[in-house]
């Protein structure tokens, strides 16, 4: 059995029962109780499952393996993102230089940065399109193009990054999760993000509550690296990690 069919099996044993021991995984797969392990290590690290003591149980957070299309994104959500955008651009002053990730709630942004004296650089082809149109300035950092989120990503974005020391930087996200910290579905975004983090003063992640106890592929940063700017947040421990505003 290829190891996709057992955490198929796995996963879907989890979801009936919440939990699972070894024994009764190796019963459903027929894999010996090191590849079991070793799958539930795998799993783990993914954010699919809370490895326990003889088995697993289910991870709070919802995992998500794949990332909607830009448009279907900027559907969701609409009113609580404008609340998000408006805040964070309240937050750059005229002297600072500032990162904008590439996203559908970082993108908002622009709409409230007319006549920002700032400088900008972003990885996102939409935030470059509306610096372009309001007349701010901006930078782009090159690198691959990625289909579907119109984010620059890849080794020569890594590189482009490494010339800026930023005052703020505003990341969009996926999910968030106190194990997992901040997750985005794809390495390479994440890699992008997280650079960008590193070079910057202070990093904001703009997120609405449905991305709150979610799980994606690729972690970013722990809680504690960035702050959070949100519409409503579901739950209240999430403050014992890092500073929340609700706006």
């Given at each position: ?89 309240s937050l750059v002053d005229d002297d600072d230089v500032v990162y904008i990730d590439a ?80 997750t985005t579905p794809d390495p390479e975004e994440a890699a992008v993000k997280r650079k960008a983090s590193q070079r910057a003063y ?46």
């Amino acid at each position: 059995m290829l190891a996709e069919q057992r955490f198929e099996l796995i996963l879907r044993e989890l979801n009936a029962s919440r939990a699972a021991s070894v024994p009764r995984l190796c019963e459903l797969t027929g894999a010996s109780e090191a590849t079991i392990r070793r799958d539930l290590n795998t799993l783990a690290r993914q954010g699919r499952l809370n490895k326990v003591h003889g088995g697993a149980v289910l991870t709070n957070g919802e995992f998500q393996g794949e990332e909607p299309d830009v448009g279907t994104k900027t559907l969701l959500h609409q009113e609580e993102k404008e609340r998000i955008a408006r805040y964070a651009a309240s937050l750059v002053d005229d002297d600072d230089v500032v990162y904008i990730d590439a996203g559908t709630t970082t993108v908002r942004m622009m709409e409230h940065l007319r006549g920002c004296k700032a400088l900008f650089v972003t990885n996102g082809v939409a935030c470059a399109q509306r610096l372009l149109e309001l007349e701010l300035r901006g930078h782009v950092v090159g690198g691959w193009l990625k289909p579907g989120t119109g984010a620059v990503v890849g080794a020569e974005a890594l590189e482009g990054l490494e010339r800026y020391n930023f005052t703020k930087t505003f990341l969009g996200i996926n999910g968030i999760t106190v194990r997992q910290g901040f997750t985005t579905p794809d390495p390479e975004e994440a890699a992008v993000k997280r650079k960008a983090s590193q070079r910057a003063y202070l990093t904001y992640v703009l997120a609405d509550n449905s991305k709150f106890e979610k799980v994606t592929a690729a972690t970013v940063l722990p809680l504690e690296k960035a702050s959070i700017i949100t519409d409503r947040l579901p739950d209240r421990s999430y403050l014992e990690h890092t500073i929340i505003k609700e706006v």
